[in-house]
């Protein structure tokens, strides 16, 4: 597949358009929710017991906190200047083996995030990591859902607005072609091919028998190149039950995006076998929107009724007492996310 290809399908399908191209046309109405709000970084009071209510460089360790540990993987907390011996004493007395995930905890879009199977890889991540990460068990559960939720200040019980499947990105191989030679014959993986290449190397060339997947990325992130599908329409009672009941135990929680891995769906909407690996505040998309099959129209369509979700609870948080970030704290907050992330890539490529 040509560069000309790859470039000409970026640009002919909005789910690959930088943030900013989807994002910006819409500013007239964060604008009119701002002054409705009469501040501009009013999300700071949705979610009042996270940092910035959630909305960028809160730190993943603090949510995990709020969440009901029985619903979580075992985590544990590395600090960046902290010895290998020391943080692997760390991670054997949380009971947890190789291989497990490493993630930055303040992050954003996976970067950062590594499935780590051995000491070697450990110490070359601690080694190239910009920040502070935890480390966390691999859940045995191959499915991951994005479920949306919101509660209005006041209301007995919230309500899930979108549920988003997430299909990790894999090759299934047929018994001739090298599995680099399965990753240039579709767009969504062709376009991951660099970062695969550095992860994989010669293990690219390998050829798969008939039938036999290959997963090249183990969690769903969309910007490493998972495909969003829209389960909106699967919403049961069941189902809408056990994550208010989640939800409804973490201080002050009102607003965001729960990213869980399960067995079965069927499972998951009883309340078993099932874990939380993340939890989104004011800045976690409805990422359902990422659909292939949702038009842009779609995508502003629910992204603006979120953002009136948020800023309806703000308001009603701010006059229980709940501060909105000032403009210049906002200010700082964007550039301390924006030079974050810069760094992360790096290493996620």
């Known amino acids: 597949m040509s560069s000309l290809k790859l470039k000409w399908h970026k640009l002919t399908h ?15 109405v964060w604008l009119y929710y701002s002054i409705k709000a009469r501040s501009f970084f009013f999300f700071n009071a949705a979610n009042p017991a996270m940092k910035n209510g959630g909305m960028a460089m809160e730190s ?3 949510i995990y906190k709020m969440i009901p540990q029985q619903c979580i993987p075992k985590t544990v907390f590395i600090g960046k200047n902290e010895s290998s011996k020391s943080a692997l004493e760390k991670i054997l007395a949380a009971d947890i083996g190789f291989p ?25 991540y601690l080694k190239r990591t910009p920040s502070h990460f935890l480390v966390q068990e691999l859940i045995p559960y191959t ?12 209301a007995e019980k919230g309500r899930v607005t979108g549920i988003v499947s997430k299909e990790f990105l894999s090759v299934i191989g047929n018994g001739t072609h090298t599995i680099e030679e399965l990753i240039k014959k579709e767009y969504r993986s062709h376009l991951q091919l660099k970062a695969l290449e550095k992860k994989f190397g010669e293990t690219l060339k390998t050829i798969l028998k008939e039938g036999e997947e290959f997963i090249l990325v183990p969690y769903g992130s969309h910007t490493r190149g998972a495909k969003f599908v829209d389960i909106t329409h699967k919403l049961n009672d069941g189902l809408e ?29 009883q309340g078993k076998n099932f874990s939380v690996i993340e939890i989104n505040g004011a800045g976690g998309e409805a990422t359902h929107i990422y659909d292939p099959k949702h038009s ?20 009603l948080n701010h006059k229980k007492g709940h501060s909105y970030l000032s403009f210049k704290d906002g200010r700082a907050m964007l550039k301390a996310h924006e030079a974050l992330e810069s760094k992360l890539k790096v290493i996620s490529l």
Not at 115 to 120: E, L, P, T, V, Y
Request: aromatic fraction near 20%; hydrophobic fraction near 40%; include cysteine.
């Open 60 to 62: 993943k360790m603090e």
């Open 143 to 154: 499915k991951e859902v994005g479920i949306f939720y919101v509660r209005i200040p006041g």
């Open 296 to 315: 842009l129209f779609f995508a502003w369509r629910e992204i603006t009724k979120h953002w009136g979700y948020m800023n309806q609870v703000s308001i």
């Open 14 to 28: 909005w789910e690959y358009w930088p943030l900013w191209a989807i994002y910006y046309p819409l500013f007239p």
């Open 100 to 124: 497990f995930i490493a993630k930055p905890d303040i992050g954003m879009k996976a970067f950062g995030v590594d499935k780590i199977h051995n000491k070697d890889e450990f110490k070359n």
């Open 241 to 269: 039950s056990v994550i208010d009941g989640i939800c409804s135990q973490m201080k002050e929680f009102h607003y965001g995006r729960l990213d869980v891995l399960y067995r079965s769906f069927e499972e998951l909407c």
